[in-house]
């Protein structure tokens, strides 16, 4: 079970507090009807899974409620580091 | 001859005799035995039936390891554990134990004759044998092979123990209490650190139990470590997996060794985070291959050192020790020390140490170097061995009742790899060594390469003058795979030991290959001619030790495998009779039988009581958001299909949810009580994943919106009350609210007081009649129901649950979501275009709602079915075909959502999927059942009052 650390209440905490959110720093567009069919089925369904760094999002689902971005290495399992929503890519 | 127990020596308490059954005789052991060496002290050599070929097989090992001696443990019903190692099994007063995988009993038994017909059963047996005609395996095959290749008997009846977990917190974790572990422990026990020290033998002291010169030492350290405030000891604790961020899994035995069983738990679960592991697991001895290896009698040198120096057990009056490994030698010695012959030392090796020479010649013990044992004498226990000198063809004879096995050493690395820690190959040790830890964690002690024990030659198959292919040489003795299977393996094209592993099995075994993965390794690189390293490595994984069930559910099973939720208003239905339902996690009434009434019964005086005069339903469970700030209203019309800008304070509007690619996943109705405050509900069981969803909008992409979100779901109790006659019970209990058609229409929302109580009282209907949803805060949700049940008494208010709440809802064409959508239902499929913003520029899910495939015709669409004969219910999930002569597997074109009897219609109703659904109005279709093909015509989805005249009363 991971250790997992909240930007929010700047704690670790355990796996079991936290949902997974999927891929981060995928933003919804701002006029989905001025998107191609093709560009939104991507925006919808195609992610990067990647082996390495992966950016995700988190929620802190039974702590502080808040959503969160995440760089974790996909092949060790490891997070590298936690940070806010709406900051830069890390 | 076979074992006995020594006048002296060992670790039992010989002033405790324990009276114990093993396949029914009766036999003594003392305290601090464990079911093998009481065993062997009786004279017992046979333990079980090997897995393929029932072979005889004795103990190999003295410890967790062992791969033979697999037991079961009955103690009354549903206490029955089966495949138990004998070596791990304490002896206590009354233990009853039973040998596996015999039939009629293991010293006939009649599947041997898999083992002369070995030549049968190659490895990839099954693969090959099995697969064909397909119609064969479930009632030849697969019954055949439990029964010829079983473990033990699964148990049938409902577990009687119970089961503890806790969650506990270290600054360092030791996994081992031999010398290793223990002076680690003694080490920090001078620190501030909180340390954990766990053990899974029944006493901590590991390796240093088998040496008398240290129980003095061990004694002391233990009483040193009792004394350390900071440190907590565990035995009978089995670290069965290493997990993310020094997470780690144990299990304690608590009365599996009592004689009595208590009230408390029979394990408990230990969930562990530590803040540094220190891993001390030792290192397991490895049996060497040769023919023969198998036969009871046969087994490791430690092992037998175990049984004299801890237990005063001895193997055999007449032992013989087949060495690679210097370690092998010691054992020996110890035998001779105490007492027992030893009839050989035979070393593979050419040279040893003069040291050990000498102290052979000083016991008087023959030596042998460059020999092998090539044969083993006796078929259920030791008469004697062929030795032959290597490369030549000589053969000697040697008697001897016991043969030890030194093959050198393993370390455990099990829980090094489950924390994914590399490997290194080390060439002098023949083994894998922890390399690079992937954890704050390191390794001590001979589970780290490092030990006391010698050297020795690292060897994959003793030299034999004999047909190799034509003899059995265990690799893996409790999956029965032998040298000439992994050779086999290989000649049929198989290069990496991960296949090799799954073709022959070796390795797959309950022991997890202990004792073989590094012999089975071993061969495959040699027939590869390959190094180790290039033919790879199986992947350890958790449970290091097979570990119960019950253990890893603990509480949550029964009753308690999840929470139950409960309105208010649970209590008054349970008292008056109520049949329950569960509904997500929520146990929900789903009818109140009067009398002797079925459910059938029930549910039709339940609908005629809303329809003609006023039926009273909790709906509690509903998921409530309260929605608050000055961008709700924009917030809201960006989730929902539908305008909410416009909404007045005091209005209610009907909402639907879709996901972001466009399809329905949750509707509500919703009120507007203020310019910056909505009370939202959702379904049920969607209450969660909707405040998710909409927390992530918000958070995530519209983080710019003044809004706030709090789930209200258990803050308020909702009554609903419906039918003609409902305003008339309301009326009298009111304050505040004038209730009249026109001052309070339909889908508005209200607030003031009832029955002294603040309630936001919604003017809505899910049954098509005059209704009202009363919200008061939880606490008074009961005592309000019991008020409304007796202020409509007169007026025969009736109670009812969720069944008649479902047959009313269908008879207007209500869908349920989740019921009559499945997740990939568009708002156009459900017929709910009418729901939907057509002027709205976007929306979460609009854009989906133009991609091709779900613009396009033919999609399946919700229509109501009406059956020929109306008498027939169909059965909801039931396919529908429009031609019932075409040839079978028949086109399907949709199925049944819903269907039940309506008794407002005195007939079937039901919706349904159908392809191109509102294009076949009238049409005739067909639901094939498996006695016969009813006919269904397609009709629109409201069945009841379609004009809707009923509400506006
Ligand atoms: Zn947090």
């Known amino acids: 079970m991971l ?13 079991i507090e936290f949902a997974y959110a999927g891929e981060a720093h995928i933003a919804r567009p701002p006029d989905p009807a ?45 997070f590298e580091v936690t940070y806010k929503a709406g900051e830069p890519r890390r | 001859m076979s074992g006995f127990r020594l006048d002296q020596g060992g670790r039992v308490d010989r002033s405790r005799s324990i009276s114990f059954s093993f396949d029914g005789v009766t036999y003594q052991g003392f305290a601090g035995d464990t079911l093998a060496s009481a065993l062997l002290a009786n004279g017992v050599l046979l333990f079980g039936r090997s897995f393929k070929y029932h072979r005889p097989r004795g103990l190999l090992g003295a410890g967790s390891e062992e791969p033979n001696a697999l037991v079961s443990v009955s103690r009354g019903p549903g206490r029955h554990t089966p495949n138990l190692r004998a070596t791990a099994v304490e002896v206590y007063e009354g233990l ?53 290749a079983g473990l033990g008997e699964a148990p049938t009846q409902e577990d009687p123990d119970h089961y503890g977990a806790v969650y506990a917190h270290c600054d360092l974790l030791i996994v081992g209490a031999g010398p290793a572990g223990i002076d680690a422990a003694l080490e920090a026990s001078g620190t501030t650190k909180r340390v954990i020290l766990i053990d899974e033998q029944d006493e901590p002291g590991g390796g240093a139990l088998d040496d008398p010169a240290l129980w003095s030492w061990l004694k002391e350290s233990l009483k040193d470590l009792a004394a350390a405030p900071n440190v907590t000891v565990l035995s009978r604790t089995t670290a069965f997996g290493y997990y993310h961020d020094n997470f780690i899994g144990a299990v304690e035995r608590l009365t599996d060794h009592q004689a009595e069983l208590c009230s408390g738990p029979r394990e408990k679960l230990w969930r562990i985070r530590a803040g540094e592991v220190i891993l001390a697991q030792g290192a ?70 003069a040291e050990l020479l000498a102290d052979a010649e000083a016991l008087g013990i023959a030596v042998r170097l460059a020999h092998s044992v090539t044969d083993v004498h006796g078929r259920l226990g030791v008469k004697g061995i062929t030795v032959s000198p290597n490369g030549g063809s000589a053969e000697s004879r040697i008697a001897c009742d016991a043969l030890l096995m030194a093959g050198g050493w393993t370390p455990s690395v099990h829980l090094w790899s489950h924390s994914k820690g590399s490997l290194a190959w080390d060439d002098a040790l023949g083994a894998y060594v922890p390399d ?99 033919v790879g490595l199986t992947t350890f994984r958790p449970p290091y030790t097979p570990q119960t069930f019950g253990a890893l559910a603990g509480h949550a099973q029964g009753d308690l495998f999840q929470p139950t939720r409960k309105t208010c208003i649970d209590g008054w239905a349970e008292e008056h009779g109520a049949v329950f339902e569960l509904v997500a996690q929520w146990r929900r009434a789903r009818y109140f039988p009067q ?5 059938h019964a029930a549910v039709n005086r339940e609908c005629r009581a809303v329809r003609s005069a006023v039926g009273i339903f909790d709906a509690s469970t509903l998921g409530k958001i309260e929605v608050v700030g000055p961008d709700a209203a924009e917030f809201l019309n960006r989730m929902y299909t539908n305008p909410w800008k416009a909404l007045e304070p005091g209005r209610c509007r009907y909402g639907l949810l879709l996901r972001e690619d466009g399809f329905i996943t949750d509707d509500g109705v919703s009120a507007r009580l203020a310019p910056d405050r909505f009370h939202l509900t959702t379904t049920t069981g969607g209450a969660a994943r909707v405040l998710n969803m909409m927390e992530d909008y918000l958070q995530t992409e519209w983080p710019e919106l003044d809004v706030w979100l709090t789930s209200t779901t258990e803050q308020w109790a909702v009554i609903a009350l419906q039918g003609p006659m409902a305003r008339k ?222 509400l506006n009363v």
């Open chain 1, 3 to 15: 250790l997992i650390h909240c930007p929010y209440c700047d704690e670790a905490r355990a796996e």
């Open chain 1, 34 to 78: 001025a998107l191609s069919d093709e560009d939104w089925t991507h925006y919808l369904f195609i992610r990067s899974n990647p082996r390495g760094r992966h950016h995700e999002r988190w929620r802190h689902i039974h702590g502080c409620g808040r959503f969160f971005n995440a760089v974790r290495e996909t092949v060790s399992d490891k």
């Open chain 2, 96 to 148: 009853t134990a039973k040998s596996q995988n015999r039939w009629p009993s293991l010293k006939t038994d009649l599947g041997a004759i898999n083992d002369r017909l070995g030549m049968f059963l190659p490895a990839g047996f099954y693969n090959k044998t099995f697969m064909w005609p397909r119609s064969f395996w479930d009632k030849l095959y697969e019954p055949a092979i439990r029964r010829m």
């Open chain 2, 284 to 353: 397991i001895e490895r049996p060497l291959v040769f023919a023969g290896n198998d036969v009871p009698g046969v087994m490791l040198a430690s092992a037998a050192r175990t049984f004299l120096q801890r237990y005063g057990v001895v193997v055999g009056k007449s032992v013989a020790l087949m060495a690679a490994h210097d370690s092998g030698w010691r054992d020996a010695f110890a035998h001779a020390r105490a007492g027992v012959n030893v009839a050989a030392i035979i070393d593979v090796r050419a040279t040893v140490d």
């Open chain 2, 436 to 534: 690079q830890p992937n954890e704050k964690v390191r390794c001590v002690g001979a589970c780290s390469g490092k030990w006391n024990f010698g050297s020795g030659l690292v060897i994959d198959t003793l030299p034999t003058p004999r047909d190799q292919s034509r003899i059995k040489a265990f690799v893996d003795f409790q999956n029965d795979v032998t040298a000439k299977d992994i050779h086999l393996a290989v000649r049929e094209g198989f290069k990496s030991i991960e296949h090799i592993k799954r073709y022959t099995t070796t390795g797959m075994a309950t022991d997890q290959g202990k004792t073989s993965n590094l012999n089975g390794l071993q061969i495959a690189s040699q027939a590869l001619g390959r190094h180790v390293t290039e």
């Open chain 2, 595 to 599: 009398g002797g009434e079925d459910m």
């Open chain 2, 729 to 950: 019970v309301l009326e009298p209990l009111v304050e505040g609210i004038d209730l009249s058609p026109e001052m309070f229409p339909h889908m508005a929302i209200r607030e003031g007081t009832i029955c002294g109580v603040p309630t936001r009282l919604f003017r809505v209907s899910f049954t098509g009649e005059l209704g009202f949803e009363i919200n008061v805060p939880a606490a008074y949700g009961r005592a309000l129901w019991e008020r409304l049940m007796s202020a409509g008494a007169a007026l025969g208010i009736t109670p009812y649950g969720t069944e008649a709440m479902h047959v009313l809802r269908a008879e207007k064409g209500f869908i349920i979501v989740g019921q009559d959508t499945d997740g990939t239902v568009t708002p156009n499929d459900a017929g709910l275009d009418w729901a939907v913003g057509k002027k709205k520029p976007d929306f979460v899910g609009k854009r989906s709602l133009a991609r091709p495939d779900i613009a396009a015709a033919g999609r399946k669409q919700l229509v109501g079915l009406l059956t020929d004969d109306p008498a027939v219910v169909l059965e909801e999930g039931a396919q529908i075909v429009a031609d019932p002569a075409q040839a079978i597997p028949m086109t399907m074109i949709g199925h049944v959502t819903s269907s039940y009897w309506s008794e407002a219609l005195g007939r079937s109703i039901a919706l349904a999927m159908v392809e191109g659904g509102r294009q076949r109005m009238g049409e005739m279709l067909y639901v094939p059942m498996p006695d016969r093909v009813l006919r269904v015509r397609v009709s629109g989805m409201v069945f009841y009052d379609p004009e809707g005249v009923r």
